[in-house]
């Protein structure tokens, strides 16, 4: 993943991906930490719902971690951490029901 944002500064590091954001909110720890998010999610307002977004595409415990530490969801597992399975079924209905309505 390497969707580019505004870029953020921490500590004189700019950040420009939103994996590398992540990887720098989790690296880190306690007060720090909550810094760091709340630095980045004043960048703008939709900065705490992109990293929500891409919490989609982390393994389940990284993105249970994503979830808390950013305290966001996701757009469509909320703040669950669904298998593959669960995931693709989950498609497949919001698909189905997408469908209907376009009738």
């Known amino acids: 993943m390497t969707a580019e944002v505004q870029p953020f500064i921490w500590k004189g590091k700019k950040l420009e991906k939103l994996d590398q954001i992540i990887a720098a909110a989790l690296e880190l ?3 720090e930490q ?3 998010v709340k ?3 004043a960048i703008g307002p939709y900065a705490r719902q992109n990293i929500g977004y891409c919490s989609g595409y ?3 415990k990284t993105a249970a971690e994503i979830v808390r530490v950013f305290e966001t969801a996701h757009p469509i ?3 669950s ?3 593959t399975e669960e995931a693709f079924e989950l498609g497949k209905k919001l698909g189905e029901e997408s469908r209907r309505k376009a009738k």
């Open 58 to 60: 982390y393994d389940r």
């Open 34 to 36: 909550k810094e760091f």
């Open 39 to 41: 630095a980045y999610c």
């Open 77 to 79: 597992f909320g703040t």
């Open 29 to 31: 720890k306690g007060k």
């Open 81 to 83: 951490t669904p298998t």
